[in-house]
């Protein structure tokens, strides 16, 4: 996967041990919504963002945002997993001044989060 080297960085889940994994109900879409899914998914692999799993402690939901231009986002809805993980001790930078000095300014993040490996010593979940 391109991106940021494995030496320098890879991505691993802190995941308390006491939480009992959960899966969360399967959610029923439109045709129009599974073809997007679909597609989506199917990129995901093919850039290594992804990868298969036969089995998994913890399932997640899509949840499909309608944008602008019509095109389907999609999302996942890691809630559960999420209240599982332990909290960061560090301090969020301050969230309105960042804000302000972006005024004006265009970001242009797509899919550039998905840029860190994750830990293939990690357990699959």
Known sequence: MPGVDPDVALHRLHVDPLFVPLK??????????????REEVANLLKTGAIRELQFSSWIADVVLVKKPNN???????????????????Y??????????DSAGHEVRLHRRFKRISPNKNASEG
């Open 24 to 37: 969360q109900r399967k959610r029923t879409f439109s045709e129009e919504k599974n073809v997007a899914i």
């Open 71 to 89: 095109k389907w986002q999609m999302c996942t809805d890691f809630t559960n997993l999420n209240k599982a993980c332990p909290k960061d001790f």
């Open 91 to 100: 301090p969020l930078p301050c969230l309105g001044r960042l804000v302000d």
